[in-house]
């Protein structure tokens, strides 16, 4: 990986591996609480999606993601000065919505791998991963407003707008595909839809619940957004540069979809001979996967990927995309300086924003 | 079509086609407003499949539906002394999600035909038909909770409920698919989720947002949940016995699809010589359509589905199920009779009832 130049500004006095502990320790059951309410099968598939069973159903402690999302809810709820407990049903509610794009995306985009495990489509079948995607979505407005306060009704509004976003990113990726090109703008604004508005969301939704007033809310939200930019950033490097081992995902996963990610779109944007040539291998395997009636992934080889990749980085789509990450921390870390924040939470939330830039790779 | 032995209790005094168009006048700019706000393609891939505009992208005044459900929330606005205005937004709100289970259902059943018109899924593939139910899902608690007011978080509470439920019931029916049989029960319990958890709610939100307490609501939930029932026994009726231009659907298309029915659950439980053959069709139907790797209507002719909805019909499986149409029509009139409500309310929905037991065949 490239170095990304950012130096940990917390060092050591914040274990963000223990804050994502938190995270999941706190709301793995209040989540499990409300899968269980899903009808049969959906229930079992939801279990298997989480990695609490295996395929054949039998008990797992298998990778159910870093939950950074419930970190940052129960984080949020501290931000306003209410205890950890009071971002729980939030946690949850974020994590089912990022679920169910999970589920949803991993069809649409032919993912077959997801957490170093077979996603559900592939093991289930199209139709299960759409319904268990459904009902996730249903569920996590549901356990929101059987809060029953009038916080609980903000916090759902904002759920809400961060989920229509995050399907408007989802149609906004899947446009880019079918097309030879993308702007950095437009990359940036999908990204900032498909990821940045779920995090934002995240990290505001804890503080609504404690009670927090909006203008604190915004401000977290915007610290969440650019965070989103910048983890972003850096999968977008990870989804081409990254290996099976670190991603969980196939190499070259995101070449082989033909996503318009940023490392792509600022390649083709800065212009200069591997610029050209890039462009004018993008075009031909369209036309040339559309010809050949397959992804990309079916009909070239690895060696025809790594020339990609490498006219990538030679037109500084690599530099480029590793710098907006660090651009993107520290607009998050900006935005925190807008309002008052409990020390200890402003500490917490530059180590996360660290581990996300930093550490993750 | 069997008669249903039931005589319209209203004649005539109630224009219920009126209240029809009035539901869809009154409902159709806040909905188009409300699907304006998709993301490119999704706006023009929703404007498309509620016959807005033809496959082509002219504009066009195809066939959106009857909408049912923005009637009846209209209705229930002035059930609780409010101006049918005041249900505008919850008949958006449910005409979302029942629409985002269209189009998420016709992928999962493989329906290729919806309102005589090939389904989204056909015309602009997989991802599109569930990224655009995906959003209407969203966009229903997004604007519902927009209007700010406690009423608006009730009503959202209960669509999230009935949400649920739909899904719940979608799910029961493609397990059933997958079984020889499914009792009464069960084939009661699933149509109750998948069709009468959303004309309940139709029928109370209006309520709720006019500001009727729970009482009168649950009870206008009681009267929309058995007239679902009645409706989808008309429904499974047209779906076996119903003629492609009465349904827009295939010929025997809930047969192709293995759908265990009311008339078919009927039969089976009703035991006897036909039960009997039939039984043993549907048992072989399987293991063949699984060997020959298809669907039931891509291995059997036409005379085969004849064969099964006659030995239907020889079992009795044809007159339970009008018979039920009639018992849950009376349940649902039974229902209004526990509450107070305005004399004219009172003969509109009887004379929906009426309409959807008696005459919508």
Redo the contacts between chains.
């Keep these: 990986m490239n170095r990304l130049d950012v130096k940990p500004r917390i060092r050591g006095a914040v274990d963000v591996l223990g804050l994502l502990e938190r995270g999941r320790t706190l709301s793995a059951p209040v989540l499990r609480k409300a899968v269980e ?6 229930d079992t598939i939801a279990a298997y999606h989480f990695g609490w069973i295996d395929a054949a159903g039998n008990p797992s402690d298998g990778d159910g993601g870093k939950a950074l999302r419930s970190a940052l809810a129960l984080i949020s709820a501290e931000a306003a000065g209410a205890p950890p407990e009071a971002g729980v049903t939030g946690a949850v509610a974020v994590e089912l919505v990022h679920n ?1 794009s999970l589920l ?1 995306d991993d ?2 985009d032919g993912d077959e791998q997801r957490r170093h495990r077979d996603t559900v489509w592939k093991v289930h079948g ?2 299960q991963a ?2 268990v ?3 996730l ?3 996590a ?2 356990v929101l ?2 809060l029953g306060t009038v916080d609980a ?1 903000r916090a ?2 904002r759920l ?2 961060a ?2 976003k995050l ?2 990113g ?3 990726d ?2 880019f595909e079918q097309r030879d090109r993308a702007t950095v703008a437009e990359c940036l604004e999908m990204e900032g ?1 498909k990821t940045g508005a779920l995090l934002a969301c995240a990290i505001s939704i804890g503080a609504v619940l404690g009670g927090a007033d909006d203008a604190t809310a915004d401000a977290l939200e915007r610290y969440g957004y650019h965070l989103g930019l910048a983890f972003q950033a850096v999968d977008d490097l990870l989804g081409i540069w990254g290996t099976p081992e670190q991603t969980g995902k196939q190499a070259w996963s995101d070449l082989k979809q033909r996503k318009k990610s940023l490392p792509v779109c600022a390649a083709l944007e800065a212009g200069g001979p591997a610029a050209e040539r890039l462009a004018a291998l993008l075009a031909a395997d369209a036309a040339y996967a559309g010809a050949a009636g397959g992804a990309p992934d079916e009909v070239f080889g690895e060696a025809e990927f790594a020339l990609r990749a490498a006219l990538i980085e030679e037109a500084g789509g690599r530099a480029w995309t590793a710098a907006e990450a660090r651009r993107q921390y520290d607009a998050a870390l900006a935005a925190l300086d807008e309002i008052h924040l409990p020390e200890e939470v402003r500490e917490q939330l530059t180590a996360l924003a660290d581990f996300v830039v930093v550490r993750r790779r």
Aim: net charge negative; no cysteine.
């Design positions: 309410r899903l009808a049969a099968p959906m169910f949803h069809f649409m199209p139709a759409i319904l995607g459904d009902a979505l249903a569920l407005g549901e407003l059987e009704t759902t509004r809400n707008t989920t229509r399907i408007d989802q149609a906004q899947m446009s839809n």
